[in-house]
Nanobody, 117 residues
């Protein structure tokens, strides 16, 4: 059974940091490109960051470039999102996504990040 389980969300003040984790199981993690998406209330889900299977390439939404870093550890079947200099507009539910060739994407249930003073 495929599972993606996010953790690390919470309440943080503006300018603070959080590290999200996504633990994967039930599939060959190293064969999946991984991404983080987010969805704020009343808005569409958007791509935040993505990383290739080996971790050699990453991409980011313009709104988070220079503040967020995606990484993965294929020995631990885990993908991370380090979020620094957080802003109120980063408040959203953050979802982990896994994509393997020819197979529909996998989704986690999300972890809530709230940036507020």
């Amino acid at each position: 059974q495929v599972q993606l389980v996010e953790s690390g969300g919470g309440l943080v003040q503006p300018g603070g940091s959080l590290r999200l984790s996504c633990a994967a199981s039930g599939f060959t993690f190293s064969s999946a490109a991984m991404s983080w998406y987010r969805q704020a209330p009343g808005k569409e889900r958007e791509l935040v960051a993505g990383i290739t299977t080996s971790g050699d390439k990453t991409n980011y939404a313009d709104s988070v470039k220079g503040r967020f870093t995606i990484s993965r550890d294929n020995t631990k079947n885990t993908v991370y999102l380090q979020m620094n200099s957080l802003k109120p507009e980063d408040t959203a539910m953050y979802y982990c996504n896994g994509k393997r060739l020819w197979i529909p994407p996998y989704w986690g249930k999300g972890t809530l990040v709230t940036v507020s003073s």
